[in-house]
């Protein structure tokens, strides 16, 4: 959504006012459901924020939720115990998501490798510092 429908008043080139301004029309006109998604949502038009009944937003995971994901995907089940070690880096780790953690489930499956779940933490703390625009390369 911020690609196509991003504030006006930030426009340098006169296109890109008339690009949002056919998307708002088009909303408007549009008879069925319309859901669109960012995570840059103080960029988007004020005007195309009207337009959407309902605005949802999505937080972190919370140190519950982190924890009984990290023991499904680690472990195979959420109820698993997780060791105090690894329970004091999840609880570091408030900005993972659900996508951080199918992330690393693909990293897995595209490598044929069952991870330890230390490694499993440090490929989520990998996916967080990327968040946070910390780019080194983990292994």
Same mark, same amino acid.
């Given at each position: 959504?911020?690609?196509?429908?991003?504030?006006?008043?930030?426009?340098?080139?006169?296109?890109? !006012?008339?690009?949002?301004?056919?998307?708002?029309? /088009?909303?408007? !006109?549009?008879?069925?459901?319309?859901?669109?998604?960012?995570?840059?949502?103080s960029?988007?038009?004020?005007?195309?924020? !009207?337009? #959407?009944?309902?605005?949802?937003?999505?937080?972190?995971?919370?140190?519950?939720?982190?924890?009984?994901? #990290?023991?499904?995907?680690?472990?195979?089940?959420? /109820?698993?115990?997780?060791?105090?070690?690894?329970?004091?880096?999840?609880? /570091?780790?408030? /900005?993972?998501?659900?996508?951080?953690?199918?992330?690393?489930?693909?990293?897995?499956?595209?490598?044929?490798?069952?991870?330890?779940?230390?490694?499993?933490?440090?490929k989520?703390a990998?996916?967080?510092?990327?968040?946070?625009?910390?780019?080194?390369?983990?292994?």
């Amino acid at each position: 959504m911020d690609s196509f429908l991003s504030d006006r008043q930030q426009a340098h080139r006169n296109w890109e !006012r008339m690009q949002v301004n056919e998307l708002l029309q /088009q909303m408007e !006109r549009y008879p069925g459901i319309f859901i669109a998604a960012t995570n840059l949502m103080s960029g988007i038009d004020a005007a195309a924020l !009207r337009r #959407f009944d309902f605005k949802l937003n999505f937080q972190a995971l919370t140190l519950a939720q982190r924890v009984a994901l #990290f023991a499904r995907e680690v472990f195979g089940d959420a /109820q698993s115990v997780v060791s105090p070690l690894l329970m004091r880096h999840l609880e /570091q780790l408030n /900005q993972l998501t659900p996508g951080d953690f199918a992330n690393v489930c693909r990293q897995r499956q595209l490598l044929s490798d069952e991870f330890t779940p230390e490694q499993f933490l440090r490929k989520l703390a990998a996916e967080c510092r990327l968040k946070q625009g910390d780019n080194r390369q983990v292994t």
